[in-house]
Structure formats: C-alpha cells, structure tokens
C-alpha cells in the first residue's frame, strides 16, 4: 500500500509555486477549508471573510454574483486575505478560446487576474484556452494558479470517465500553471496536484435542500474515502445559525479525517 504524503512534504516535492504556497498555508493553519463565500452583497462577503478568515486555507468567489461590486471591496477582501493567510480562488470556470479567456481573465469590469491567487477552468476547450490564461498570468511577479474541472458535483452532468482521465492529461502537459482539480475523487497520485471537493455539508441528506441537481457528501467521506484534499463548503457554512462556529467545526472534521487519513 502507498504511503500518504503529508500537505508539508507535497509543498517542498512540488515546483508549481502556487501548490507550494497552498499546501504550505494549508499545513500552518492546519485547514484543508475552502469557504465558498456565495453571498450577493460585498459587505457581508468581507465580514465573513473576517470572522471565517481565521480558519480557512481558502475563500472561494463568485465574483459576478456580487450586486455592489467595486475594485475598492476587492482591495479590502485583498487585504483580508494577507491578514488572515488565505488565497483568493475566483470560481469562474472559463471555458472559451485562449484568445478570449485571456482578455475575460485579465480585463472586463472585474479584472480577476489582478486579485485573485487563482481560477479554474473547463478542460473542454483544451489546451488553448490553458495557454490564454497562462498568458495572462505572466505578467505578475506573485504566483498565479488554475484548476482544471475534471468532474463536477451536480445530478446530470455530462462529464464522462474519459473527459475527467483527459483532463488529468490536460493537467500534467501543463503542471507550471495548472495545480490540481475540481474533482469528486482522487485523480492521480502525482504529489503536486491538488484535489478541491465541492459538494459537501455534514449532514448530506437531511441538510438544506437543493432542488437544483447539487449533490453532497459528507467531509469525511471526501477526505477519507475518496481521498480529496480540500473541502469546498458553501451554504453548509452560510445558511447555518452561527457561520464562524460551523466553519471552525467543517476546518476541524475535514483536518482530522486528512490527519486519519495520514495514519491508516
Ligand atoms: O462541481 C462543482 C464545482 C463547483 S466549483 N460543484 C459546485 O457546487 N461548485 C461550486 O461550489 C458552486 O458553484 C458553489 O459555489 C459551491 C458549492 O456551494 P454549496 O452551497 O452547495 O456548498
């Protein structure tokens, strides 16, 4: 049986510096919690980030979902992100031509290049649309990232065994931008990349309800069982009494089942 890599080792094996950075702040803050911060007014958005901000590796943004967005609260969420030692993944999955997601990425109203640690994208436009974005990135001095979509989370989907093992593919062709995975289960045992799991609450079935296709597990089992790394928890976090207890509770189940995972 193959031994478990800990987040502190994958961060010295790996030589993409934004899995590096990642697994580092993942294993001093002792968090595999990506926040998915879901929300429609900036304001609450940057208070949450505040109160959770402690206890994540990660806050996830829906940036386009935001109805008083300006470049100023992007500053101050920046500036909450240094304070508290978390990265800024936008979730927009880009899905186009490397011409025009290097322009949606870098330009626009939003500008998510200049703010964001790191996106994700679609693998089905294939390698052009990787190498548009990488482009864009290149102008910055700190580190940049993408995930590529290998699987998703909702009843339906048309994602099929071989999308997901040619976007692994797709993946390692371009492991000095692309860093890991939105994924349902571990994809490779390649140290370096990351697997991010939504799709989670505690209680998968008699939580909140989605009529909306969204399926979900529980923290352990993404962890353990099916090996991810990282948690995405959005409304699991959100539509609870208490936002920052229930994180804290969400960063403590998903860490312990990595540090089990780490001893089986
Ligand atoms: O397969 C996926 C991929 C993503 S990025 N399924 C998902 O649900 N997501 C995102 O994760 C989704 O866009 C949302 O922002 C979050 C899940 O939110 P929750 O409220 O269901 O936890």
Request: glycine share 6%; charged share 25%.
């Given at each position: ?41 900036f304001d609450l958005l940057l208070k949450l980030a505040d109160e959770i901000g402690p206890n994540i590796c990660i806050l996830k943004t829906h940036i386009d979902i935001l109805n008083d967005f300006n470049m100023d609260k992007v500053q101050e969420l920046v500036n909450l992100s240094i304070k508290h030692n978390f990265l800024i993944f936008e979730d ?173």
């Amino acid at each position: 049986k193959e031994k478990e890599i800990s987040f502190e080792e994958r961060a010295e094996i790996t030589n993409n510096k934004m899995a590096k950075k990642l697994f580092q702040i993942m294993s001093l803050k002792q968090s595999n919690l990506c926040f998915s911060a879901d929300v429609e007014s900036f304001d609450l958005l940057l208070k949450l980030a505040d109160e959770i901000g402690p206890n994540i590796c990660i806050l996830k943004t829906h940036i386009d979902i935001l109805n008083d967005f300006n470049m100023d609260k992007v500053q101050e969420l920046v500036n909450l992100s240094i304070k508290h030692n978390f990265l800024i993944f936008e979730d927009r999955k880009f899905a186009d031509i490397g011409n025009t997601v290097k322009s949606q990425y870098s330009g626009g109203v939003y500008k998510i290049s200049q703010w964001s640690n790191f996106v994700n994208a679609h693998s089905i436009a294939g390698s052009g649309c990787v190498q548009g974005l990488k482009e864009a990135a290149l102008q910055y001095d700190e580190p940049k990232g993408c995930l590529l979509i290998a699987q998703l989370s909702c009843k339906n989907n048309l994602i099929d065994k071989t999308y997901t093992e040619k976007t692994v593919k797709l993946a390692e062709e371009h492991s000095d931008f692309i860093f890991g995975f939105i994924c349902q289960n571990k994809l490779t045992d390649n140290p370096g990349f990351i697997h991010i799991t939504p799709g989670i609450q505690f209680n998968e079935n008699n939580g909140m309800s989605d009529n909306l296709g969204q399926q979900y597990t529980t923290p352990e089992m993404a962890i353990l069982q099916n090996k991810c790394d990282v948690i995405v928890v959005g409304r699991g976090i959100l539509k609870s009494e208490n936002p920052a207890e229930t994180a804290l509770k969400y960063k403590n189940t998903a860490y312990e089942a990595y540090l089990k995972r780490l001893n089986l």
